[in-house]
């Protein structure tokens, strides 16, 4: 053999060790395959749900007057007293005395209806209705502090990330899927 076939079969066979080294390199994931979590916060948000609440209550109603001025009252008082009147005295006395009852027992017969009409109640069951909040709480995040190596970090993810968090090409894997639990 000459010497530039020793030297091409060398060359050769050096670039061909060389190539499938830096191939495997490339196959090769060096490094953390997880980030071991230290810590896992969960981050909530209140929630305000409203909602009816309705209950029946006794209430007590004025009954509806009929007669607004107390006319009936009035004109019956005023008979009464102008009667009784009458019965009193003589002559002009007795003409006094009959306008004075009449008077006298109008207004009495007056504030005795509208006391009646003031009394006059009844009660009926209303049903009442107000609204009030539930208050509630949902997660809506995690806030995971994490050792990848000798580094602490923290990241923020939308599951619970468990005891381990993947790592690929050293970066945390961060998507829930089949390879993301052991």
Same mark, same amino acid.
């Given at each position: 053999m000459n010497k530039s076939m020793m030297l091409g079969i060398g060359v050769g066979a050096l670039v061909v060790t060389a190539g499938s080294a830096a191939a495997t390199y490339n196959l090769v994931d060096f490094g953390p395959k997880y980030a071991d979590v230290l810590s896992v916060q969960p981050l909530k948000q209140a929630i305000s749900t409203p909602r009816e609440v309705c209950k029946d209550v006794v209430v007590n109603h004025r009954a509806p007057v009929k007669d607004e001025h107390q006319i009936a009252g009035t004109v019956i008082g005023a008979l009464a007293g102008g009667?009784?009147?009458?019965?009193?005295?003589?002559?002009?006395?007795k003409k006094i005395a009959t306008v004075a009852g009449a008077a006298a027992g109008g207004y009495a017969g007056k504030k005795?209806?509208?006391?009646?009409?003031?009394?006059? &109640?009844?009660?009926? &069951?209303? &049903?009442?209705? &107000?609204?009030?909040?539930?208050?509630?709480?949902?997660?809506?995040?995690y806030d995971v502090e994490y050792r990848l190596g000798e580094q602490v970090g923290r990241v923020r993810m939308d599951h619970e990330p468990g005891a381990r968090i993947p790592v690929k090409d050293g970066k945390l894997v961060l998507t829930e899927g089949p390879s993301a639990g052991g």
């Open positions: 009667l009784l009147g009458s019965r009193v005295g003589r002559g002009d006395g005795v209806q509208e006391n009646m009409q003031a009394n006059d &109640t009844y009660n009926a &069951t209303e &049903t009442r209705c &107000t609204t009030v909040n539930d208050k509630s709480e949902r997660v809506v995040g």
